[in-house]
């Protein structure tokens, strides 16, 4: 075998063919093969996911060393910050995808695509198993496996209900885009029986009474595009029931928009009084009914039920069954997400790699190597640091950890008076214990990234640049790739960073975080969204299709239509 090497994405070759199993993998049946294929000599990548990840590690990678395949149940790749706009109908669904062929097709080679879900990772016989999602195929059954040498995890993460009772039946999610034409349906679909005949006035108010649980970027933007579409198209189209809507976030922490700089998250907070959606803060949605929202006050215990028309449950994300599966197989089941060490390779797995929202850089290395920072700085082993050299040590622990930085900021104490207050330091000495106490904390908070599109795109490109050169790094270990001499790692270890953040909140307005704590808010702040979201489109087609359903809003608003 040559060195170079195969990408497997979700799809594998055995032997010289691919095979299909007649049956589960689990029920024992032979494999059966269904297309021959030659034998490579190139390494075979096996990429799961077409999401953030994983088309952003295909869209750079040099198939010359590798036989590539991709293996996911959509073959489109969905830009997800759009998605909240598709609810609405201010940008059309497939105005936000690109086919996943047209991503991932080079002038050189091919990378071979399987429209599948993967159901399960063996990393000890190096196979994947996956189910088509197409029913009928020429081998009369839809599932089949496929080899790795490297297996590139990209699989994202699923919807979280935190096991409320009721979430999975009576509400709406916003994770796909599915969900986001299921929800521009059902928005319709409240006003059309809100205005037919015999209804209480009551009953028109609760079937207009939109909730949305969960406070944060995607819950706040649905928010904020409802009321547009409510106001800027819909009361003239049902002007009989336009004084019953009513839109409501629920949220259990105190502020929405908490994971934002304090300055947007009250921006947010008036807008939304002047506009008349009313926030609840300090709330725990215990459970929810097809018509009754159950909620208990965190402070008085005091619970309370609200009557709804519609709920969009968006209160963060949990793991896939795939990737609990596998974390189970390696050791790693008490896990939220996939630990890997700061080169995205799973922990205690050769050979396998995790991107994206499924995966986390293990903290238990940063915090042992911020350890290490401190006791280098403190050359008199005083269990102190002078204020400069402490600053020193800080901007040093930043660069390296970009998430302590997040942490930091969070708790606004990146000013070093502030931070010296919190870790119990005077203007002359710092206790490092002191400062240890305030990291487990950020040990607490950022035992991940976050889970953003942001992140994911990173990962996937810096994964593909190490695959790129691994033939030459192995072929010559000396050059300038190799950073650790005679180490076990030939590349830079991935570091994150952070281009900012925006939240939408309608009206053409929109707050944005920006890179040196810079907070920009307004009208002006919208227009750098379009622009930037317009220039982050994957293709031309779809930049020229989102900038078209913009333009096609500001001058016939926004359909109604429900198809
Ligand atoms: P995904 O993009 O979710 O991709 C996962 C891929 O894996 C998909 O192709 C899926 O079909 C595939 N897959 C799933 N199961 C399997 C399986 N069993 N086998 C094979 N393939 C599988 N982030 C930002 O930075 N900025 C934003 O403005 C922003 N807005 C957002 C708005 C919304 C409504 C949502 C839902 C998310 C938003 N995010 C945003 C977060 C961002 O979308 C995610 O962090 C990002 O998608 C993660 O990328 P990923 O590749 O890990 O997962």
Known sequence: RSASATLLILSSFSGGGLIAYADSPSDGERPISIENEKETKKKKVVVLGTGWAGTSFLKDLDISSYDVQVVSPRNYFAFTPLLPSVTCGTVEARSIVEPVRNIIKKRYGEIKYWEAECLKVDPVTKKVFCRSNIEENLAGNNEFSLDYDYLVIAVGAQVNTFNTPGVWENCHFLKEVEDAQRIRRSVINCFEKAVLPGLTEEERRINLHFVIVGGGPTGVEFAAELHDFVHEDLVKLYPSVKDFVSISVIQSGDHILNAFDERISSFAEQKFQRDGIQVLTGFRVLSVSDRMINMKAKSTGVEASIPHGMVLWSTGVGTRPLVKDFMEQIGQGNRRVLATDEWLKVKGCEDVYALGDCATVDQRKIMEDISAIFKAA??????????????????????????????????????????????????????????????????????????????????????????????????????????????????????????????????????????????????????????????????????????????????????????
């Open 378 to 563: 403190d050359k008199d082993d005083s269990g102190t640091l002078t204020v400069e050299e402490f600053q020193d040590v800080i901007e040093d622990i930043i660069i390296r950890y970009p998430q302590v930085e997040l942490f930091l900021k969070s708790k606004h104490l990146l000013d070093v008076t502030d931070l010296l207050k919190d870790v119990g330091g005077n203007d002359k000495e710092v206790d490092i214990e002191g400062f240890k106490l305030a990291l487990s904390h950020a040990d607490k908070q950022t035992k991940s990234l976050p889970a953003t599109a942001q992140v994911a795109a990173q990962q996937g490109a810096y994964l593909s640049r190490c695959f790129n050169v691994r033939d030459k790094t192995i072929s010559n270990p000396e050059g300038p790739r190799k950073f650790r001499s005679g180490g076990r790692h030939e590349f830079r270890p991935f570091r994150y960073k952070h281009f900012g953040q925006f939240a939408p909140l309608g009206g053409e307005q929109a707050a944005a975080e920006l890179p040196g704590d810079w907070v920009s808010m307004g009208h002006s702040t919208q227009w750098l969204w379009y622009s930037v979201y317009a220039s982050k489109q994957v293709s031309w087609r779809t930049r020229f299709l989102v900038v078209g359903d913009w333009s096609r809003k500001f001058l016939f608003g926004r359909d109604s239509s429900r198809i």
